[in-house]
């Protein structure tokens, strides 16, 4: 049967982005049969609004939301030359996120469905971000996927679309989280990780000794496996602000010192436990497929823009026989885009709420209820 395309208008508003984005998706026999194409990608960010505070306000993102999102769907539409009447289903991030900023999006989808009569599907935000690199790459499941972004830092085994298997987790903060609280103790402003890695650059990756958590507890299996991938970052940027202290004044050249002594312990944690999983999607895989060979690793989330980062698990992959995958660094941040084409893996595959409009806003959903 050749591909026939479906066409889905994604909403995100969980955080500080507000964007709408159209794209089209082929399908095969109930599923996405390759990467389609981005018709529009409207991207409002709030930084502005928020970089006094040097944090997310919830309040502020969620009037913002409000304020913009009919003008960023009307401009959606415009860019991809197409109507409301035009699409196959609406869809629109459910959670997890900020409570007011998910509302509007959620009601927006919903209202837009109702008086369209197509039907509307409340997508996972995490979902969004693990197939996001299927926006611009023919990836196959089953993948390992890092991912790394503001509120989260997990690995996870993506067995097919809704299937997903935590491998490991942090324990306490986020990844993207340490890189906007060490931005902060170093006066940077926010969001810190696009900052923390410029400055990085010019800096010294062996400057300073800061600890890698969780590194040396490595407890194995009967089968020599790893017992756990986890990370924590909580104690590395209690150790990068006692350092900074020590070093205050600080000056350009010791911010770039600090930055890059940072992003090497993020780099070690991130490539030492995603090497762990490694070796278990690798035996998992062993074990229902029976065969050798390359298997993928996919990165996404905002701190998968980091250029630093890649390259490192890049090289991992590289000595554990993965490919790697990452999406371009727009579509790593938060996009619609990735909540359109989640929508249309659903629609694809038959996966719809039978209620979508009493589908409710969730501040947490892990990935793994699906
Ligand atoms: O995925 P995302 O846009 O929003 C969430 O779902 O959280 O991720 C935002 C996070 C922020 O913490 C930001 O500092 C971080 O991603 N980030 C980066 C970079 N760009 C964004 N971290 C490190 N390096 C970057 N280039
Ligand atoms: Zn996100």
Redesign the pocket.
């Known amino acids: 049967m050749a591909a026939n395309h479906i066409y889905v208008l994604g909403l995100e508003t969980?955080?500080d982005?507000t964007a709408a984005s159209i794209v089209e998706m082929p399908v095969e026999n109930g599923a996405a049969s390759g990467a389609g194409r981005i018709l529009a990608n409207q991207i409002l960010s709030q930084i502005d609004t928020h970089a006094p505070y040097g944090g997310v306000v919830p309040e502020l993102a969620a009037r913002a939301h409000l304020s913009h999102l009919d003008r960023l769907i009307a401009a959606a539409f415009d860019e991809a030359n197409m109507g409301l009447s035009d699409m196959d289903a609406i869809a629109a991030t459910a959670g997890p996120?900020l409570i007011g900023g998910v509302l509007v999006g959620l009601t927006t989808g919903k209202a837009l469905a109702l008086a369209a009569q197509k039907p509307f599907i409340g997508i996972n935000?995490l979902e969004g971000?693990a197939l996001s690199a299927r926006l611009t790459e023919n990836i196959d499941f089953p993948y390992l996927l890092l991912l790394?972004?503001?509120?989260?830092c997990q690995l996870l085994s993506v067995a097919a679309l809704g299937d997903y298997t935590l491998l490991g987790q942090t324990r306490d903060d986020?990844?993207?989280?340490a890189?906007?609280k060490a931005?902060k103790l170093m006066s940077l402003g926010y969001?810190?990780?696009?900052e923390?890695?410029r400055r990085a650059r010019d800096g010294n990756r062996t400057a300073h000794k800061l600890p890698r958590p969780l590194l040396n507890d490595n407890p194995t299996d009967e089968d020599g496996l790893p017992t756990h991938c986890d990370f924590s970052f909580s104690g590395l940027k209690t150790a990068l602000r006692q350092t900074a202290e020590k070093a205050a004044p600080l000056d350009e050249a010791k911010v770039a010192d600090l930055a890059a002594s940072f992003e090497a312990a993020i780099g070690d944690c991130l490539t030492t436990q995603s090497r762990r999983a490694m070796q278990l999607f690798r035996h998992q895989s062993h074990k229902q497929v029976g065969g050798q060979g390359t298997l993928n690793f996919v990165l996404a989330?905002?701190?998968a823009?980091?250029?630093y980062?890649r390259a490192r698990l890049g090289a991992t992959a590289r000595d554990e026989d993965f490919n790697l995958f990452v999406p371009p660094?727009g579509l790593?941040?938060?996009n619609a885009a990735m909540i359109a084409r989640a929508g249309a893996e659903r629609f694809a595959a038959g996966q719809i709420n039978a209620a979508p409009m009493a589908i409710a806003a969730r501040a947490r959903w892990p990935l793994n209820d699906l």
């Open positions: 969980s955080c982005e996120g935000h971000h790394v972004s503001g509120g989260h986020a990844v993207g989280e890189y906007d931005a969001p810190g990780g696009p923390i890695e989330g905002g701190v823009a980091n250029h980062l660094p790593c941040t938060d």
